[in-house]
């Protein structure tokens, strides 16, 4: 029998929180006694399109409102439940430190107090992210924009502002470094050592961040001492390597790095051509790990790396292969919450299987249109990126929110045509603090009813405060197949795809 609701939506106008600031308040709200569910959210398409998925009647608005939708059982109190979320939003007021001084309210204000050389860290709405770095650039500062949905045209300028005056923009979308051993966005916890990292790539950055911590556990000095993210689109032909460039040069004029590493997306030929003449003439020796047709995927980069500094690679980690039966269908769902991982499998899966249907696509012609509440699957196989810039406006990153890619493994297992499920879970500072307590109940319930192979690629390190062996091991026994390696687990998914076929 279904228990009687009501719900209760209403629009704040001019208010404002951060898209991770409200997803920790509709935690907090839907923890109140009769609270079945809580969505609290700024009005952007993106995310009235999933509040309206989820049956709420949202009024006429715009992206500068809040929306608080609430879904209550039948007898509960109203006020209760929104004097819940104006508790949840109200700042908490540090209890130690210097109370006197008020904290900066503008960006001007921080950068005076901030240190010589410190890295200046944006993280604010895309529209209003290139004022911010720009302010710093004055400033003489670096700076890592955190923030995504920036226009290409605005990273040019700021980039070559930057190259003016011989300063380091990493990002936009920068969501991965790690500077003198301090990790900043997303950065997995390492050991550190004498090897740079340039990535035009933030999960492709944490992939070899976590294998070369893996194998540095037996490797003698294998460790990093700087990631410096450069933001997705660098290596693209608009952009053209500014910060690349910049980031390298650092790199090779450091005494304490003995081999540069660097990793990005699918770059354009061109610039990739000119980085390859470039980096030839550095005094510290570059392993290119750029991803594309016909190149090798990240796991052989790493390989190649720990080869070079004179260590054997290691056997990758593979647990709960007990779990994996035959593949249930001809297509193979990957749902990814990184999107280098999923460029890897792509090229890896279109190598072996044929076309794959992407948001993210290898080429225009397999694009992937996707309503973030509607049904991914076609008759093909597909792969999402659910970090794209288009599935994040108003929303946190799915490596904090893993909402919409939950909903679609439970689309994708009760598809007849799905064959097998290949994901990701990213660990690392920042990430969700338990995400296989999200993931794992997801995997269960998907395979409830169709035992469909689901096969996990583990991004992380035994350092990261979500604690890589707990999150393995919840994973295992909620029916996946765990790899440490993203390319192990893709050439697993095909090699299952491929046994079906037969």
Known sequence: ????????????????????????????????????????????????????????????????????????????????????????????????????????????????????????????????????????????????????????????????????????????????????????????????????????????????????????????????????????????????????REALRRLDADPDVDLVVVVSKPPAPEVAEALTKETGAFDTPVELGLLGRGQRDLTAVAEAVLERLGHTPPEWPVHGAHNTGPATGPLLRGLFVGGTLCDESMLMASAALGPVRSNIPLSDDLALDPDPHGDLLVDDHTMVDFGDDALTQGRAHPMIDPTLRNEQLARAAADPATGVILLDLVLGHGAEPDPAALLAPAIAAARRDRQVPVVVSLVGTDLDPQGLDAQRDALVAAGAEVHLSNASATRRAIQLIEGAAR
């Open 1 to 244: 029998m279904t228990t009687p609701t009501k719900d209760h939506v209403e629009l704040r106008s001019g208010a404002y929180a951060d898209s991770v600031t409200l997803l920790q308040v509709s935690r907090a709200v839907q923890a109140t006694p009769g609270v079945v569910t809580a969505q609290v959210a700024m009005a952007t398409g993106l995310n009235l399109e999933v509040l309206e998925g989820m049956g709420f009647d949202v009024p006429g608005s715009s992206p500068n409102d809040m929306v608080v939708a609430l879904r209550l059982d039948a007898d509960a109190d109203v006020s209760a439940a929104l004097a819940a979320v104006d508790a949840a939003l109200t700042p908490v007021r540090p209890t130690g430190g210097d109370t006197t001084v008020a904290p900066p309210r503008t960006t001007g204000s921080a950068l005076r107090r901030a240190a010589t050389g410190a890295i200046a860290l944006v993280s604010v709405p895309g529209a209003s992210a290139t004022v911010e770095a720009m302010d710093a650039l004055e400033a003489g500062h670096d700076v890592m924009v955190f923030s995504d949905n920036v226009p290409v045209t605005e990273e040019v300028a700021l980039k070559r502002y930057a190259a003016s005056r011989g300063a380091l923009v990493m990002g936009p979308d920068c969501g991965t470094a790690v500077v003198d051993g301090v990790g900043l966005g997303f950065a997995n916890a390492v050991r550190p050592g004498r090897i740079g990292i340039v990535a035009a790539s933030g999960t492709g950055c944490q992939q070899l961040l976590a294998l070369l911590h893996h194998a540095g556990g037996t490797a003698e000095g294998v460790g990093v001492r700087h990631a410096l993210g450069v933001g997705g689109r660098d290596l693209s032909a608009a952009v053209g390597g500014l910060a690349t």
